[in-house]
């Protein structure tokens, strides 16, 4: 359940996910879940209060989970939200999963990829007025690449040239390429490594 979709949440709403989890196999990670301090629809201790349930749920069933942890624009709650949920995810005790639509810094990054996580990058990363240098610059360089996906937020956050359309997942081929040119590596490359590390992350099967 989405943070801010948890104002309402009830024990036996999380009786019924356990329930699908323990009778449906093609289920491989849970998420979007986390904290958002940006849009505060759901109360905070509420939101952390699921949040470390969820976790619990991951942590029980041996799931990776997609995290979505957004701050405010301004620095200190910004930060405040990543550290509260690197917090409570080192607490439950879960080493795998992905910072969804990746937008923190080198320090965040570095925490959670030390706990086993990857990074996921959006075609955000490719708008020309993004300052994307300034905001995801030393990520984007510094992280392993053994240790990012890439994604596509569909039908969100198109990547240029295609910006402000529906998104869909044959675009990811634009943020491969801005990840191969920061990275200065081929795309074919990087394509082969992101995907190994998906099919790693989710136990999946190349077959």
Not at 13 to 34: C, D, P, S
Request: hydrophobic share 35%; glycine share 4%; charged share 30%.
């Amino acid at each position: 359940m989405h943070p801010n979709s948890n104002e309402d949440l009830k024990e036996e709403n999380l009786n019924w996910i356990e329930q699908q989890l323990l009778t449906n196999k093609r289920i491989i990670t849970i998420g979007e879940i986390g904290l958002d301090y940006y849009r505060t629809f759901t109360d905070v201790e509420k939101q952390k209060r699921w949040f470390k349930k969820q976790l619990e749920l991951a942590k029980k069933y041996d799931l990776p989970v997609l995290l979505h942890t957004r701050g405010e624009e301004n620095e200190k709650k910004f930060m405040e939200a990543f550290t509260n949920a690197y917090e409570i995810v080192k607490e439950v005790g879960v080493e795998k999963g992905i910072l969804h639509c990746f937008s923190g810094n080198w320090e965040i990054a570095q925490k959670f990829i030390n706990l086993g996580f990857y990074i996921s990058f959006a075609g955000n990363i490719t708008y020309k007025n993004a300052k994307w240098k300034e905001k995801w610059g030393e990520v984007l360089e510094k992280a392993p690449l053994e240790r990012i996906v890439v994604e596509t937020d569909a039908p969100y956050l198109s990547p240029e040239p295609l910006r402000g359309k529906t998104n869909y997942p044959q675009n990811i081929i634009y943020t491969l390429k801005k990840l191969a040119e920061v990275k200065k590596r081929e795309v074919s490359e990087i394509a082969e490594v992101i995907y190994s590390n998906t099919l790693n992350l989710f136990k999946l099967s190349a077959n």
